[in-house]
Every structure is written in C-alpha cells, then in structure tokens.
C-alpha cells in the first residue's frame, strides 16, 4: 500500500490526488476517483501516467501540471449542471525540494488562487530536467536559455542560443513569435529533427503503387503542437514553452479517413469517396458552365471469372482494370476514379462529353482479359438538375451498354 494512502485517506471527504515528477500517478482518494471519473472520464491507476493526454481539457490539466513541478501553483473550473468546481494543481515538497504534484477538486469558492496565467517561480535547472516533458525557456525573442534532456536527446544540436523558429517549421513564422510575446496560447508546427520517443511504433501508411502497407519514413518530421506560459528563468522575465507530439494522433485520424474513403484492395476510392468529389466538384462546374464528364464503367465477365477461375483471378483483372485507367486518367486534370461496387466503376473527369468517349474506349482497348460495358454523361451538354440525376444518367447509360451487348459505350447527350 502506498505511504500516500495513510495520509490522504485519513481525511474523509478529500478529493486528492498525488503525481510524481515522472507523472505517475501515486495515489488517489476514492472520493477523487469518483469525481475525477464524472468529470474528467479519468480512471485513476495507480502507476500509470497521468493525466492520460486523451481530451483538450487532459492538456490543461498537463500544463497546470507542469508549472506545478516547477513551483507554482493554478487552478482551473469545471462546470457539472450548474455546479462549478476548481481543480488545482500544486508544487509537493518535500524537505524544501519540489518531489511532485498534488491534485485537489473541491467546490467553486473554496480556493481564491489568482486566475492569472500560471509563473513559473523557481529557476533551478534540475527542476526544469525533472519535468517529464519536452520543455524549454526562451527569452522575448524566442531564443532559447533553457532545454531539458526531453527536448534536448530528440535533437542532434545545442538549442541553448538558438531561436525557437530555426528548429520550428510553420506556415507563417510569426505565429511562434506571437505567443511567445503574449507569453500564453499554441501553435501547431512541424519539426524535422526531432526524433520520436523511443517507444515510438512506426506508422503504416498504404502505397498505392505496390498496393500494400508500408512503414512511415523515419526522416517524416513531427507534428507538434507548442504551449506558451510565462515563467521567471534566473529573476529574468521569460517564456516557458513544452511540446506536444501530435503526430501519431493525426496520422491515425488521416488513417481512418483513408478508410472511411478508399478502397484497400485497390487503393482508389471507395463509393463513399467518389460520391464526395462527384459533389464537391458538381456545383462549380453547374455555376460556371464548364464541362464535367462521369463515366460509370462496368466489368462485364468479371462474375463469370470469379465462378470459374476463382477470386484471386477476378482480383488480378481488378487491379489492371485499375492500373489501365489511372494511366489514361493522368493525362486529366483533378480527375478522379472510385469502386462504385464489386465490378462496377466510376470516373469523374473534367473534360466534354465527346472526350470522355474516347477515354472510356482508350482503357477498353487496353483491356484485353475482359468485356467492359461504359456509360458516359456530360453535366454541361446534359443540363442535369441534381448530382443524382447526374450519376444516373451514366449509370444507367452504362447499363444500356451492358443490353445491348456489352464491350461499348453509351452516350448519355442531352436529356
């Protein structure tokens, strides 16, 4: 049992909690862990890092945290229907020196701690290397005085002298500087040298050339997002600034669009997909008059081959179906191509009607294992009223091709 628990437990009522210098949680009153679970969707383990660094208000609570390790103490509300309460991080010593962090939510009004930005007060560089996060302290001009070894080991050069915008890529360097003199807010940034933890699983992302997963480069810079809050470095007004890894959370959220959007035999996009640059390219071409052709596209013996030669046959002849076509697509600006279904295909192109013709019987040509019946409608010389009747008019062009024989295409024209 933790040396913790008799000391806090022994106060009924006490909403507290303990975390080391490493952020480890050491202990939790169960009051805590009740509040804390309703609030904050917290489960308080003890031993594990903590806060979890899942939700907005977990990277709050991270920054209270962090200027707690380093001598201050903040405080933040929370509102649960109508009712507001205050959590506050503050500095645990121990035979005067700072040995964690204690966590404390209690009723609105019970603490009058100053709602100001929170300042850092010691200026010992042990403390500074004790805070379990990338940080470092930069004067008004964004150059650095201060950088722990989390910061420091990711990368390969002396930061001490050097300004923040030299190792941070941004879209506009001047959004570094601007909360570095506000001394409070975040900028989002990528840097190219800093290395990953080294617990850090590598990112799998889907080539579609090889039309498999392959792993993240390790030269891929980091997304970061970078904090600012005032602190006092030597009795110097300065800035202090920690870094948050974004990385892995973004690309899994680009993975799971990728998911949501593609279609991983393939790697083109899936009906979902398609349907969305279909309307996202439909009203503008409809505003400006401009040529925009669908071609719905269908392999006519495909089943035939999957019943006889079985599924790994019918998906070779998917793939160079696939491959034939992005060939002759490249030559089409802000073309696209998506799986509609099992055998059937649309492509979105911005040409006329006329053009998308002789694209269609161009990949038709060069498929030679199969019969490929197409439909092809042109908005413009079609005047069709909604992206329904648009995608309609090709398919069921497609489909009159399909009747009629197969192997050819069917021009929609005007309605």
């Known amino acids: 049992m933790s040396v913790w628990s008799g000391v806090l437990d022994s106060c009924p009522g006490l909403l507290c909690c303990v975390v080391n210098l490493k952020g480890k949680l050491l202990h939790a009153t169960n009051g ?33 945290l962090t200027a707690a390790c380093l001598g201050d103490t903040g405080a933040i ?6 009712k507001t309460w205050e959590l506050t991080a503050s500095p645990l010593k121990i035979s005067g020196n700072i040995a964690g962090v204690v966590i404390r939510i209690m009723p609105s009004g019970e603490f009058e701690a100053s709602r100001k930005p929170a ?16 940080a470092g302290v930069v004067d008004s001009r964004g150059v650095f005085m201060a950088a722990n070894k989390f910061l420091s080991s990711g990368i390969n050069i002396n930061l001490v002298g050097r300004n923040i915008t030299e190792i941070a890529q941004t879209s506009n360097p001047a959004d570094i500087m601007h909360i570095i003199m506000k001394k409070s807010g975040s900028v989002e940034c990528r840097i190219p040298e800093l290395a990953e933890h080294e617990n850090f699983y590598p990112f799998m ?32 007004e300065a800035v202090m600034l920690t870094f948050e890894d ?67 046959a019918g998906s070779r002849i998917i793939r160079k179906f696939v491959g034939i076509a992005r060939k002759f697509l490249a030559e089409h600006a802000r073309s696209a191509m998506g799986r509609w279904s099992g055998d059937e295909f649309m492509i979105l192109a911005h040409c006329s009607g006329s053009a998308a013709v002789v694209l269609s019987g161009q990949i038709r040509e060069n498929v030679k294992d199969i019969a490929v019946s197409s439909g092809v409608a042109d908005l413009r010389e079609g005047g069709y009223s909604s992206v329904n009747e648009f995608i309609g008019a090709a398919y069921d062009s497609m489909l009159k091709a399909r009747r009629d024989g197969g192997n050819i295409t069917v021009y929609a024209g005007k309605k």
């Open 32 to 64: 805590y862990k009740a509040v804390a679970s309703r609030l904050l969707g917290h489960i308080c383990d003890e031993g594990r890092s903590y806060p979890p660094m899942i939700t907005a208000l977990d990277r709050t609570l991270h920054e209270l």
């Open 77 to 82: 509300e929370l509102t649960e229907r109508g």
């Open 119 to 134: 300042t850092i007060i010691r200026s010992d560089p042990e403390v500074l290397e004790a805070v379990p996060f990338r």
């Open 205 to 236: 992302y889907y080539d579609e050339t090889l039309n498999e997963y392959q792993p993240e480069k390790e030269t891929e810079p980091r997304l970061m997002v970078i904090h600012a809050s005032p602190v006092k470095w030597h009795g110097t």
């Open 246 to 312: 974004i990385t892995e959370i973004t690309r899994t959220h680009d993975q799971l669009r990728r998911l949501l959007t593609f279609d991983s035999p393939t790697g083109i996009l899936n009906r979902r997909g398609i349907e969305h640059v279909i309307l996202r390219e439909y009203s503008p071409s409809l505003r400006d008059n401009r040529h925009l052709s669908l071609i719905a596209v269908c392999l006519d013996g495909f089943r035939a081959v999957n019943e006889s030669q079985g599924w790994e």
